[in-house]
């Protein structure tokens, strides 16, 4: 009797190990236990510790309940400016009450995964280029409000939705890079010409204080030319006198007409010619050597004058010769030291 019941003790501890073993349950911290008995939903999530179900008839399904970071998978979209574009994402998401994550949806992660993408595709296609570029933050919230919507039915709270990267065409990106240049350019060539207008307010100041005092300017350009003296270099300084151009600038404002400028013709070389007598120099009798010793009584015997002589030029007639007499001898010859020329009378 004692040993059945002794028999009996032992099987009965074996069971409750046995039992005990099959039962006990370790919840982590960071876990939640849903038990579901013969299939269906029993009590509230179990917490953390130690806890014991019904062996074969209980089955307990843990859920983490930490934050999961989530990669979205690049998504290429055309935004509304039509500019196609390949943007990614990441999303931080907790369960927030476990039973509903385990009886609302299958897979709660890969729903969370799929909806992630279609919110993101959506968002491409209603925001411009300029906004995923610049306006990341509206972005972000607004995606955020896509996504947390139905996860909230699944027991699922959206705590952050962050655009990672923008690829964008490598025509796009050296537009941007254009104009980006174009816009600095631009920003540059304004600040340059304000600080030329600054200086010339300042330089014009000055011009009126020098103007005041004319040695002032002198004093000015010896300053100069000792600091340009000052460096090693080659170059050579020659000061111009202000009143030199100041007199310039006078003469300019009062032009003189000048005579018109003819154009210039290549230079002919004529040949030399003997220069003309005037009539007053032909007025002069010519002296001749055979003709010095005639008179006035012998003008009629010429004709038995000595061969080859000529008629006088008369003193006031018009330099054209006299007629020679008829005969056989009365051609005249030629004088050597006559400035007119060999004279023929006629046959």
Known sequence: MVEALVTAGVALIVALVVYSLAAARVVKQFERGVVFRLGRLHGEARGPGFTMVVPVVDRMRKVNMQVVTMPVPAQEGITRDNVTVRVDAVVYFRVVD?????????????????MAQTSLRSIIGKSDLDDLLSNREK??????????????????????????DVSLPETMKRSMARQAEADR????????????????????QAAGEMSKEPAALQLRLLQTVVAVAAEKNSTLVLPFPVELLRFLERAQQTPVAAPE????QPAV??????PPIEPAERSTPIERPELTE?????????GSGPPGGAGAVPPDGAGSPAPAPDGPDSAARPVADDPIGPEQAPG
């Open 269 to 274: 070389r004529e040949p030399e010619r003997t």
């Open 185 to 204: 350019e631009r920003r540059a060539r304004v600040i340059n010409a304000d600080a030329e207008l600054q200086a010339s307010k300042k330089l014009a």
């Open 294 to 302: 005639l008179t006035e009584g012998d003008e009629g015997n010429r």
């Open 261 to 264: 400028a003819r154009p210039a």
């Open 98 to 114: 476990a039973p509903e994550a385990i009886i609302a949806v299958e897979d709660y992660r890969f729903a969370v995964s799929q």
């Open 139 to 164: 972005l972000n919230q607004g995606l955020e409000l896509m996504i947390d919507s139905p996860a909230m039915g699944w027991g699922v709270q959206i705590d952050r939705v962050e655009i990672k």
